[in-house]
């Protein structure tokens, strides 16, 4: 089972990044802990992607079709204004999980609309880098379960 993690604008920026908010665990060691977390399953292989470039998001999720078996999306600040990326996980169909560090409903108003999240089988939000390892398993199950 291939899982493609993708990372959006300024998550590259985590640990140094209003860490009151997004805590000061880095990108490399959340990938480093999903990395380990896969190991628990049988046969999951994870491939991670982080970008700032909306065009760059779009185009690794059209090239997850037929090589992934589904997507952890953490679209970032795209979340709330993309639909080009809404529109590609809808295009691929590969079961998708949007994640969020902080729990985006109990934030600014503009934070409470996710283009994404109805493209998507479910979001995680508010459970800072744990966010990460419970969309994890809720992927693997899901897609265990098909
Ligand atoms: C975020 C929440 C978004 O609103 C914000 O723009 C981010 C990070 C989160 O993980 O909590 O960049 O996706």
Redesign the pocket.
């Known amino acids: 089972m291939k899982i493609l993690v993708i990372n959006?604008?300024?998550?590259n920026m985590l640990g140094k990044r209003e860490p009151e908010?997004?805590g000061t665990t880095t990108i490399e060691e959340i990938e480093k802990s999903l990395s380990e977390y896969a190991r628990s399953f049988e046969g999951v292989e994870l491939e991670f992607f982080q970008s700032n470039h909306e065009g760059e998001i779009v185009e690794k999720i059209q090239g997850a079709l037929g090589t992934f078996d589904g997507i952890l999306i953490?679209?970032?600040?795209y979340?709330?204004t993309s639909l080009a990326i809404a529109d590609a996980i809808k295009a691929v169909n590969l079961p998708s999980v949007e994640?969020?560090?902080?729990?985006?409903h109990s934030?600014e108003e503009f934070?409470k609309n996710s283009f994404t999240a109805p493209a998507c089988i479910g979001q995680i939000?508010g459970f800072g880098k744990n966010?990460y390892l419970a969309a994890l398993f809720c992927l693997v199950k899901h897609l265990e379960n098909r």
């Not at 959006?8 to 998550?11: E, M, T, V």
């Open positions: 959006g604008p300024n998550l908010i997004y953490n679209p970032a600040a979340t709330h994640i969020h560090l902080s729990n985006i934030r934070r939000a966010s």
